[in-house]
């Protein structure tokens, strides 16, 4: 019998990179000039927050008036993005915890980009609840601590306390797991520089010098951050979506919420991280570090978790008409043939037919079409949020009192604006640290062992193996 022989895997790192190559080229984009296509981003994303600014205040100043709300859809666009946000954040941690603790060794060419995603849209998300107080200056309400002016508490057994505590609690390790992997590449930074930058960096660094301990506790801290964020992977969104599940409003008093959530909010914030990815690769000149076999995995996860969510979808419709009653019935009915048909269809075809795509690798492979397709998933799940909500609200119980919600330009504008705050975030982060972590690069290269073969040393030369050792 003859032996069988294992399929070789696909590098992921190409151009048999040296140590110092490494260094240099993921240290180049926080040291070189801004490109001219950075420039142009970085002046339309700030032009986007200069707008959520405007709309912010507008807001404060003239009172929630200034949307469409009325007096069935109270929940709007305010609660449609502060889910989408959310969803969006999920898939840093995922690609950070998750992977690592399974040690699938493709995160580590997207797992920076992606934690400062879920920092950043956290943010995005964690303002749209403030926004709809009304007030601002009364959001300490929200926080559970003895009110010296009253016997006023807040209510624990309601889930938007819930997601204060949750989305909380998930910032604060996403934070400290983000800046826990950025340490090393600091130094890294900090031992190029020079000046008032080089003492920046090595404030920014714990005054960290590669040593065998540091690199031990390093590592056992990523292990437990990773462990600890793991079950909020699960936990967050589940907590999101019993804002919706805990009611008794038919559409919404499902427990199937809680895993449809989680699955939509993975779906959601992988199809983010391949945008910003595949802009980001092309921007920085990354195509060594961030590979096909990168961008071919995140697709295998969208097309999983989207077909998961279109199982989700058809159950709803599914358990709405086994259950019998007629005012679930009509609710589902109401989302498919009702005034919102254009959201419900728009979700449907960008969520669930779409993905189906990527079961051709010749298309999981197209940096083109998955580009358009991560654009596509994000429209989509915007939708299913808006679906939700809006199209659930507008018609209750009473017919006289069924509306129709549009937005208004204050909300729209406040929507855009988050974006540029997203993206203008996004943009100084990837100039002040490596949008792929450096270290983590190395130990792949380290361990795979076949960057280093004798026809390479020929190549490269002995000095320029020496010097890439002490590099690393």
């Avoid at 709809?132 to 309400?141: T, V």
């Amino acid at each position: 019998m003859s032996a069988t022989v294992s399929p070789i895997r696909e590098p992921l790192i190409r151009g048999s990179k040296t140590y110092h190559q490494i260094t240099e080229d993921l240290c180049a984009p926080t040291e070189r000039t801004p490109s001219a296509a950075w420039v142009i981003a970085f002046i339309l994303a700030v032009g986007g927050l200069a707008t959520y600014a405007f709309c912010l205040l507008w807001t404060v100043w003239n009172g929630i008036g200034t949307w469409d709300l009325n007096r069935t859809i109270g929940w709007g666009w305010d609660i449609t993005n502060f889910v989408w946000w959310v969803g969006i954040g999920h898939a840093g941690t995922l690609i950070s915890a998750i992977l690592l603790i399974f040690r699938q060794k493709w995160r580590t060419g997207v797992n920076r980009a992606a934690e400062a995603m879920t920092i950043f849209a956290v943010v995005c998300a964690g303002q749209f609840p403030l926004i709809h107080m009304g007030r601002l200056w009364l959001a300490f309400f929200i926080f559970p601590y003895p009110n010296t002016r009253g016997p006023l508490w807040v209510n624990f057994n309601s889930p938007l306390l819930w997601d204060v505590f949750a989305i909380s609690t998930y910032f604060t390790v996403s934070i400290l797991f983000w800046y826990m992997g950025l340490v090393p590449d600091f130094a890294t930074i900090r031992d190029r520089a020079t000046g008032l930058r080089r003492r920046i960096y090595n404030f920014l660094s714990f005054g960290w010098t590669g040593s065998a301990k540091h690199w031990q506790r390093w590592e056992a801290m990523a292990l437990i951050l990773a462990g600890l964020a793991t079950p909020l992977v699960l936990s967050v969104h589940t907590i999101v979506s019993f804002d919706f599940a805990t009611s008794i409003i038919p559409g919404w008093h499902t427990t199937i919420f809680p895993p449809y959530f989680v699955a939509g909010a993975v779906f959601s914030g992988f199809a983010m991280v391949q945008t910003l990815m595949l802009m980001t690769r092309k921007i920085l000149k990354l195509e060594e570090y961030i590979t096909m076999a990168h961008i071919e995995s995140m697709n295998k996860v969208i097309l999983l978790t989207g077909s998961i969510v279109g199982v989700a979808y058809l159950t709803e419709l599914f358990i709405a008409w086994y259950s019998g009653y007629i005012y679930e019935q009509f609710a589902f009915y109401n989302r498919v043939f009702g005034p919102y048909w254009w959201s419900y269809f728009g979700m449907m075809s960008c969520n669930v037919l779409s993905p189906q795509i990527f079961w051709s690798k010749k298309m999981r492979r197209s940096i083109y079409v998955t580009f358009v397709m991560s654009i596509f998933v994000n429209i989509g799940m915007w939708f299913e949020r808006f679906v939700i909500i809006a199209s659930t609200l507008a018609r209750d119980y009473i017919p006289s009192s069924w509306s129709y919600y549009w937005p208004t330009w204050v909300e729209i504008g406040l929507f855009a604006g988050t974006l540029g705050l997203f993206f203008t975030l996004y943009l100084i982060f990837v100039r002040v640290a490596p949008v792929v972590a450096i270290a983590e690069v190395k130990s792949i290269l380290k361990s795979s062992g076949d960057q280093y073969t004798p026809s390479t040393r020929e190549t490269v030369g002995e000095e320029a193996v020496r010097k890439s050792n002490l590099d690393y």
